[in-house]
């Protein structure tokens, strides 16, 4: 079965550096999420696209969270600049449905370390 | 905003005991998910309801939907070592959200 590709899979940083990651959602998904899961937590939505169009970004902290997914496949999430509360996985899901509604498949995810 | 609560946190059971996770919205919801997330795993997608009521069964899993969808259960029947991880539920609110809310999920351990 296909998968949601994820990377690093693993990542340390100081606070104040600038982190990005990567994600390569299942060919032909519409949509793509952003999580952030926190230890013991469900995932929280940070960003969701329909192809390369931003459709909720209202848990986003933008002032610096950054999301791209310029030709509606994969996609990038950018921390500038890293805090300590940033540590957590993130998480990237894409779905086929395209009223955002659907079964969703997750990516291994990228554990960040904000230190 | 809407919020999704699950209880309970943790569950510890013997082997062949049966298990249950309940899960209430503070918003009706247009349908349900349930994700299983083993540890060190992501979440896998397990099943989706969507209408009141509605009761679902793979293997030795019930899914049920509440008859106001605003709340949901899973049941697993004789557990085993295989089911241990963390179950959550997540929802839709519909009225054009497209945010599916998580709760904070059922962590399941069994002892063989």
């Known amino acids: 079965e296909a998968e949601v590709a994820q990377s690093p899979r693993y990542k340390i940083t100081e606070k104040s550096q600038a982190v990005a990651f990567w994600c390569d959602p299942i060919?032909?998904?519409?949509?793509l999420y952003w999580y952030r899961q926190i230890l013991g937590q469900g995932p929280e939505l940070l960003v969701q696209?329909?192809?390369?169009?931003?459709?909720?970004d209202s848990q986003l902290p933008k002032d610096r969270f950054s999301a791209e997914r310029l030709k509606g496949v994969d996609s990038t999430l950018k921390i500038q600049p890293a805090e300590l509360g940033d540590s957590a996985m993130y998480l990237c899901?894409?779905?086929?449905?395209?009223?955002?509604?659907?079964?969703?498949?997750f990516g291994p995810g990228t554990r960040l370390t904000v230190t | 905003g809407q919020q999704v609560m699950q209880i309970p946190q943790y569950q510890h059971v013997q082997e062949g005991e049966d298990f249950t996770t309940y899960c209430n919205s503070s918003?009706?919801?247009?349908?349900i998910q349930w994700y299983k997330q083993r540890p060190g795993g992501h979440p896998v997608f397990l099943i989706q309801?969507?209408?009141?009521?509605e009761v679902k069964k793979q293997k030795r899993l019930t899914f049920q939907f509440g008859e106001a969808k605003k709340n949901s259960s899973l049941h697993i029947t004789a557990t085993q070592t295989t089911d241990v991880g963390t179950y959550f539920c997540?929802?839709?609110?519909?009225?054009?959200?497209?945010?599916?809310?998580f709760g904070k999920g059922t962590k399941l351990s069994v002892i063989p």
């Open positions: 060919s032909g998904h519409a949509t």
């Open positions: 309801l969507v209408k009141s009521g």
């Open positions: 918003t009706t919801l247009s349908n």
């Open positions: 899901a894409s779905s086929l449905s395209s009223s955002g509604t659907g079964k969703q498949y």
């Open positions: 997540a929802g839709y609110s519909g009225a054009g959200s497209y945010q599916l809310t």
């Open positions: 696209f329909q192809d390369e169009s931003v459709v909720d």
